[in-house]
Every structure is written in structure tokens, then in C-alpha cells.
């Protein structure tokens, strides 16, 4: 029988799998519970009987807010008050919310940036560090 090699299920293996290209999310064999954060244990039945299942990476924007007084680290990246920056809630179609970085918005005109918007994922930064999890419209 081969053998089946499975990450371990925590945050470190996610973002492992995203530099790979892959948007892992975890399922509850005993219930069908999906989430977005790894974890060894069902949040909803407590069973530890759970796999890695890879999510389609679109969703639509459940709500969002464009930040212009921003900390450091993304003024560093060019952001500010003229270039605020986007950071959202996506549902994703299977189910479950994530907050994430909204990319190719009109930050400047929010009003234009629609609740239920389709969303696409978006890998950003994956050379360096922790890749930034991001959504663009689809
Ligand atoms: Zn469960």
C-alpha cells in the first residue's frame, strides 16, 4: 500500500502548501465542517478525524474596509493616504470566510468596490517570508 504522505495541520503547513500554489483548507470526515485554518481537531463535532482538502480559490467579497492610515510595515510597501489599501472579508464558495487583502480595487473610490463582488485568489508576495493571502476580482 502506498504510503500517504499528509502535512502536518497547522499554519506553517498551509502557507507551505500556498507557495505551492495550493489553497489547502481542512474537512471533517465525521461532519463535513470546512475551515480555512488548520487545525488537527473540528471546531464544530471536536473529531480529529480530518483532511486536507484544496479549496477552487473564488468566492465573492462579503465585506471590506480601505485603509489609508496604515502601519508600517505597508508603508514601507508604498501605502498611505494616497494609496490606501484594501483588506477584506471573501467568502469563499465553498463555504467558509477569510479575511484577506483585496487586490486591483480603486481604493480611492471604495464606493465603486461592490459587497458580493466575484472573487478570485491572488498569491502575492510568495518569494519572501509569508505569502500574503489576497483576492482580486474575478
Ligand atoms: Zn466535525
Given amino acids: 500500500m502506498a504510503e500517504h504522505i499528509t502535512k502536518e495541520f497547522n499554519a506553517a503547513s498551509f502557507y507551505e502548501y500556498l507557495r505551492e500554489g495550493k489553497f489547502m483548507g481542512v474537512r471533517c470526515v465525521s ?11 473540528c471546531q464544530s463535532c471536536h473529531s480529529t478525524e480530518v483532511i486536507w482538502v484544496e479549496f477552487s480559490g473564488k468566492g465573492q467579497l462579503a465585506t471590506f474596509t480601505c485603509i489609508s492610515i496604515v502601519p508600517q510595515s505597508m508603508a514601507e510597501k508604498g501605502y498611505g493616504r494616497d494609496n490606501p ?8 464558495d465553498e463555504g467558509p470566510r477569510i479575511s484577506a487583502r483585496i487586490l486591483n480595487v480603486d ?16 498569491l502575492e508576495d510568495l518569494s519572501e517570508g509569508i505569502p500574503v493571502l489576497a483576492f482580486r476580482p474575478d
Fill in 85 to 92: 489599501y484594501c483588506s477584506g472579508i471573501v467568502m469563499l
Fill in 31 to 41: 461532519c463535513g465542517q470546512l475551515a480555512v485554518e488548520a487545525r488537527a481537531i
Fill in 107 to 122: 481604493t480611492l473610490n471604495p464606493q465603486g468596490i461592490k459587497i458580493g463582488m466575484k472573487m478570485q485568489l491572488e
